[in-house]
């Protein structure tokens, strides 16, 4: 059994409370942040951190614990419960008070709750065959660029793209991918240039999407931010998701269709290898 943290203390999984009157229950006021654990270490820390910041600053919630504790807590938490590979999930909302839509006194408490999950992330046999995925509108918020807890489109979308057999959607709006589900989306032209979509209130700006970038601008690949179409998708050689927990994830098909050659491309597979290569070496 899992040891989990629910507002400063350490408990069993299935001893871990909290109120049904928290704002993260019953309007999805919270936020939260998923970071990866790679031999026991935390990749990219400082950057899931200050977006869970920016995440706060934007919707007026007081964060309950500062950066130096939430790392404290992370470590202890892959401690207890001897993660070498996975993630930690942290969660924070405004707290529990009597239902009431406008936003409660700051003095409010916020909830924090964080849990750890093992998962193979390196040899994951989707980096190796690449994902098929679907195209569904996109129907989410205006400000996708603050990361809630308010996924029931995504759930949606994804679950749809579970029925008809793929491994993911991507979301289009106004014929243009803005991202995927819990990834950012990417193609590769005939040119070898990386698109991907501009940060804007569209799309959640990714803490992996930020270091793969990096890496790409390092070897000298061409990088273009901007929206892309289907049409585009169709003329790609390549196409690539990128998230925390999946690192850059190779997508060999969409709606049905091959892209490039229908397998993981050259690009997606070096920036995999560099993204992880550079990110053990900063991790925490
Ligand atoms: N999702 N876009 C969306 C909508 C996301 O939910 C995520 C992450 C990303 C990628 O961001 P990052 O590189 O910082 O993980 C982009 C996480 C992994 C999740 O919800 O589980």
């Known amino acids: 059994m899992r040891t989990v943290f629910v507002n400063g203390e350490y408990v069993p999984e299935d001893e ?26 935390l990749i990219d820390f400082d950057g899931h951190m200050g977006r869970l910041e920016r995440s ?29 590979e996975g993630l930690v999930y942290l969660q924070v909302s405004r707290g529990a008070v009597d239902r009431d839509f406008p936003f409660p006194p700051p003095d409010t408490p916020g909830t924090v ?3 750890t999950q093992t998962k193979k992330l390196i040899d994951n046999p989707k980096a190796r065959t690449g994902i098929e995925i679907i195209t569904v509108e996109d129907l989410r918020w205006g400000r996708c660029d603050i990361k809630t807890v308010q996924l029931l489109y995504p759930s949606m979308a994804s679950t749809r793209a579970r029925k008809q057999g793929a491994g993911g959607a991507w979301l289009v709006r106004d014929g243009m991918v803005t991202e995927g589900t819990a990834n950012n989306a990417y193609i590769v032209t005939r040119d070898g240039t990386i698109v991907t ?36 998708i169709d003329n790609a050689v390549e196409a690539f998701t990128t998230s925390a927990t999946t690192f850059v994830q190779p997508v060999v098909g969409v709606n049905g269709k091959p892209v490039g050659d229908g397998k993981p491309g050259p690009v997606a597979t070096k920036l995999r ?9 900063t991790a925490r």
Do not use: W
């Open 16 to 41: 871990a409370k909290v109120s049904i009157f928290d704002r993260g229950f019953l309007f999805a006021d919270a936020i939260y942040e998923v970071t990866s654990v790679l031999s026991g270490r």
């Open 56 to 84: 706060a600053g934007e919707l007026d919630m007081a964060l309950p614990m500062d950066a130096a504790g939430l790392l404290d807590m992370h470590r202890e938490l892959v401690a207890r419960n001897a993660v070498d």
């Open 113 to 115: 709750i964080a849990f």
């Open 197 to 232: 979509r501009d940060l804007s209130h569209d799309i959640l700006s990714g803490i992996t999407r930020k270091a793969v970038l990096a890496c790409a601008k390092k070897l000298q690949m061409k990088v273009e931010e901007r929206p892309f179409s289907l049409e585009e």
């Open 273 to 281: 290898e560099i993204y992880i290569e550079e990110n053990l070496k």
